[in-house]
């Protein structure tokens, strides 16, 4: 059910793509934060308004019905209610304020109401009797529009006609409440004040709302404006990379999206001129070998009765030349399959010890052509996760160079250990070593220390970089020592188990 409902919404999302933009949230959050508060003011302005109104009402009101009860009081109007003067102010009084007065005596009886209707009856009511204690009340019915409210009519013991006094607090002796004055006044200007009031803040806030929503979008639009700088710089290099650096730093956001797009863009030309590089030393090692085809072939051709041994040589030259060509293809095609990712691992549990045996014993003939002695040393049986052909390549590498940058009847070691975590190859020889200079290039594609004396023993300069490639897709390492004529070392270091990330 509630996937239901996500993926509704989803939908709805991605119906209107418009909702996901940054700029339509900082429009709706504008919109929504300037036109909120005048909400709320209005909605404020008009309740203060209402209760100012209705309290200087009712005060207003008070004081008038305050000195008509000392009329009242002084005239004895409770006994006599035929008093032409006090009804005429009663009704006055209920004229002007367009309400009704009726007076109440000491027994809850109606005596006087100017609509003329209650007279006679009976009237007891919280108000009416809180009253009788001396509190005047005023309550205002909003609903109803209307304000009621009671006055006690208080006889004072001294003599009547003197200043009106206030109803006392705590109903003092000399203070005889002896009836109530129940009054109730209309509200309905107030409610017509509010109407005016409201209506004409609706017009002042729908104009606020379109300033609101006009400012929003011309702000949001500016708000946003770098992002789509950036993404228009990002576009315009998306071509060809060889333009410019970008530099779009409005805000530290956008600058940290430059900094890494810049940062991607080295990175790729770096890449792109790697590849370049590669390709221009791929032409060049495969061009020497159809060159010297090309020559040898010619130089035949340009001969008249050219003797059969001369054509023999020459064609042995050739045959060299072509396994030569074909020997770098095959490099080349084994390196191409080293790059890939390490999802084309093929592991499998293999003994190592049985591995590297093989490879010994393969490579053993070549070393026997210089009388070179190949040691193997097991220091204890290893059995782990690797790609056994993409191993057997790396580690024939190294013993196939061990044996090759060799002198007569030198001897190449290779030793086989391991602890809890990893297992170590060493493949140590006492041959021609390495200069300094070249011990941090060795693993590039096609580097050779010495071409023409590389070119001669058939090294094409892609091993090394095709056995590291190879160690690294195992997740592991390799390291070389060596001294010039006194010999090499290559260390080789394998987790015994593979982890994939
Ligand atoms: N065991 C070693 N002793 C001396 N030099 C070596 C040894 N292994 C590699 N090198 C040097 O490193 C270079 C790169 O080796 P590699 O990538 O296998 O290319 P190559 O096809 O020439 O053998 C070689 O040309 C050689 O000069
Ligand atoms: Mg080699």
């Known amino acids: 059910m509630k996937s ?22 900082i429009f709706v959050i504008l919109v929504i934060v300037s036109y909120v508060p005048t909400l709320l003011m209005r909605y404020g302005i008009l309740q203060n308004y209402e209760e100012r109104a209705v309290s200087l009402r009712i005060q207003e009101v008070e004081n008038q019905t305050m000195i008509l009860a000392n009329h009242l009081a002084a005239n004895n109007y409770l006994q006599d209610t035929s008093l032409e003067t006090i009804n005429a102010e009663l009704l006055q009084l209920s004229n002007l304020y367009d309400g009704r007065v009726l007076v109440i005596d000491q027994n809850f009886n109606v005596v006087k109401d100017t609509y003329g209707i209650s007279e006679g009856k009976t009237i007891i009511s919280e108000e009416v009797i809180r009253c009788f204690k001396g509190k005047n009340t005023s309550s205002y019915d909003k609903d109803n529009q209307f304000i009621e409210m009671t006055t006690p009519i208080t006889l004072s013991t001294e003599a009547a006609g003197k200043e009106p006094k206030m109803p006392s607090e705590d109903g003092t002796l000399e203070n005889q409440v002896v009836g109530v004055m129940l009054t109730s006044v209309s509200t309905d200007n107030v409610t017509t004040n509010i109407e005016i009031l409201d ?10 709302l379109i300033l609101a929503v006009a400012l929003s979008w011309i702000v949001s639009r500016i708000l946003v404006r770098p992002f789509e700088r950036v993404t228009a710089s990002i576009s ?32 790729m030309r770096v890449l792109d001129e790697s590849r370049q590089e590669f390709v221009s030393n791929v032409s060049h090692e495969l061009k020497t070998p159809i060159t010297s085809m090309k020559v040898l072939a010619d130089s035949l051709i340009a001969q008249e009765d050219v003797p059969v041994e001369l054509y023999k040589e020459f064609m042995t030259d050739i045959a060299d030349e072509i396994d030569r060509e074909n020997k770098i293809i095959n490099d080349l095609l084994s390196l191409v399959k080293m790059d890939k990712t390490a999802a084309d691992l093929n592991i499998e549990s293999v003994n190592i010890n049985g591995l590297i045996e093989l490879i010994l014993k393969r490579l053993k003939p070549i070393a026997g052509q210089k009388d070179i002695d190949v040691i193997y ?24 160079n061990a044996i090759k940058y060799n002198e007569e009847h030198g001897y190449v070691k290779v030793t086989l250990d391991a602890d809890h975590q990893f297992f170590t190859i060493v493949v140590e020889d006492n041959g021609m070593g390495i ?24 090294g094409t300069g892609l091993g090394l970089a095709i056995t590291r490639n190879a160690i690294l897709m195992h997740r592991g390492a390799i390291g070389v020592e060596s001294e010039e004529g006194k010999g090499t070392a290559f260390y080789v270091k394998i987790p015994l188990t593979y982890v994939s990330k």
């Open 199 to 208: 209506g004409k803040a609706s017009i002042l806030q729908l104009l606020l």
């Open 236 to 267: 315009a290099v998306k071509d060809g990379y060889d333009t410019e650096a970008l530099d779009v730093s409005d805000y530290s956001e956008t600058e940290h999206i430059i900094t890494a797009f810049n940062e991607l863009l080295k990175r």
């Open 4 to 25: 239901d409902i996500r993926l509704f919404f989803n939908k709805i999302l991605s119906r209107m793509k418009f909702m996901k933009s940054l700029r339509f949230r």
């Open 377 to 400: 040393e097991s220091v204890r049986d290893v059995t782990a996760e690797v790609d056994e052909v993409k191993l057997t390549l790396a580690i024939s590498n190294l013993v196939e």
């Open 435 to 458: 200069p300094e200079e070249s011990k941090e290039h060795i693993f590039e594609r096609f580097y050779r220390v010495d071409k023409s004396h590389s070119r001669k023993i058939g």
